[in-house]
């Protein structure tokens, strides 16, 4: 695992800036490599200590963005959702496009803005949803009932615990609440599904899941009656 310890700073501090630069570019070079290792060759133990080391500034990113956009997902799982965005979308051929360290640090920031957008649009997706049954009253598709017919905040906290992977996820967000069809999501997500058909085979399992799950037709019986 990458540290640095309070020590090394003050030797670095006896010993001057040159040696302070020394040591700088010799941690950069460390945690280059380190990202080398995650990505290249796919080292979970990699990417294990890379999550460690930089989740602090992950998360402060994500809590910068996320004041701004009024997102009500913490920070701190803003960042390790965008910490398996970064996971899931790099591949080995990829790592070539990253020079240096700071460049991979950029990469991280734009994961991070991108799962805050993502958070702002669902926001905004579950408003439009609530809106249109209130003022409209338009039928819903069988796979958005559940959705549509609860309260939005019980669930989201139960759609979220009932979800396994990072494809249940997508598909709730892309599918269940912006409307997208398979091949749209497949397309946006090469690197999730390898075609149409495993959407809808994740979509498949998790709307059956939903079914079977006691606590949701419980809710969703109690709102048909009221």
Known sequence: ????????????????????????????????????RAIEQRDAD???????????LLTAWAAQSSARGLIAEPPEDLADQAFARAWAALSSAQFSAFPHIASLLAYLRTCVRATVIDHAREQAGQLRAVQ??????VAAAPEQAVLEELDRTELWRLIM????????????RESLVYALPPRAIQARHPDMFADVMQVYRVKRNLINRFQRNRNLQQLWQANGAT
């Open 1 to 36: 695992m990458v540290a640095f310890t309070y020590g090394q700073r003050r030797a670095d501090n006896r010993h001057g800036s040159g040696t302070a630069t020394h040591q700088s570019t010799h941690n950069d070079a460390i945690c280059y490599d380190l990202f080398r």
């Open 46 to 56: 990699a990417w294990a200590d890379i999550g460690r080391h930089y989740r602090g």
């Open 132 to 137: 249109s049954i209130e003022c409209a009253g």
């Open 161 to 172: 615990d009932m979800t396994t992977s990072l494809q249940e996820q997508i598909i709730v």
